[in-house]
């Protein structure tokens, strides 16, 4: 019966964004779901982290539609934002939207690897790393539809365009980031309470499910000045 439940209420969630999903190379949601100030506890601790910063310079990957972007910006009045999606429609509702404010730009992109190095002072990847047919399907193994692989690939491009000091921010996704190279790099400074966690499945570096698995945390500090090498040195 719960099983039941689980799957009408992971389908009823989405059915607003299936005119917009279909296959794309390099997407690793295929729903664009999105709400307005979807993680407001997670946005006052971000505007609080950065009080300090003038006019923060913050990246929204997986913008969607642009709700996200425009909770950024009434979070950060001053901030310059950068949003990229993979899905065309949905990035040009969100240019639609942000017209004429010339602190927001919205781009066609799969990854961030055309952006520049350890620029933004915080990078906000929410409900984007993550498959929701593998909870759909209780799938036991998350490939093919999503690798720990992909996931590693995307959080390490993701860490080289935060700054030192700077945060990442990773919510509801299916694998843990402490289980990946880039996560030496970085201290947690932000744990989800349990009510806060989606019902998305966890798998492990090997792709397989781990069975009533929970993953807190949420928000990374990149340790300023330190290598990996450094980083790997000071643990041993």
């Known amino acids: 019966m719960m099983g039941g439940l689980r799957k009408f209420w992971y389908r009823a969630r989405f059915a607003v964004s299936r005119r917009l999903r279909r296959p794309v190379p390099g997407r690793f949601q295929p729903y664009v779901y ?64 942000f017209k004429g404010d010339d602190r ?20 906000f990847c929410l409900a984007v790393l993550c498959h929701g047919d593998l909870t759909v399907r209780r799938a036991r193994r998350s490939d093919p539809l999503l690798s720990f692989g992909s996931f590693e690939t995307a959080v390490a491009d993701l860490a080289r365009c935060v700054r030192p000091g700077g945060y990442l921010f990773i919510h509801t996704a299916n694998f843990r980031f402490s289980d990946t190279a880039t996560a030496p790099l970085f201290e947690t400074v932000l744990e ?27 928000g990374f500090r990149k340790l300023a000045f330190r290598s990996r090498r450094n980083v790997d040195r000071g643990r041993a």
């Open 34 to 97: 999105t709400l307005p100030d979807r993680y407001p506890w997670l946005f006052s601790f971000a505007a609080t982290a950065l009080s300090n910063v003038p006019a923060p310079r913050l990246l929204s990957f997986g913008c969607s539609t642009g709700d996200e972007v425009a909770s950024l910006r009434r979070y950060f009045p001053d901030a310059n934002i950068r949003g990229l999606d993979i899905a065309p429609e949905a990035v040009a509702t969100s240019r639609a939207r």
């Open 104 to 123: 927001v730009s919205v781009a066609i992109a799969s990854s961030t690897a055309g952006e520049p190095e350890q620029v933004y002072d915080a990078v």
């Open 192 to 218: 989800a309470r349990p009510e806060q966690i989606a019902a998305d499945l966890l798998y492990d570096r090997n792709n397989r499910l781990i069975e009533g698995g929970r993953y807190y945390p949420v």
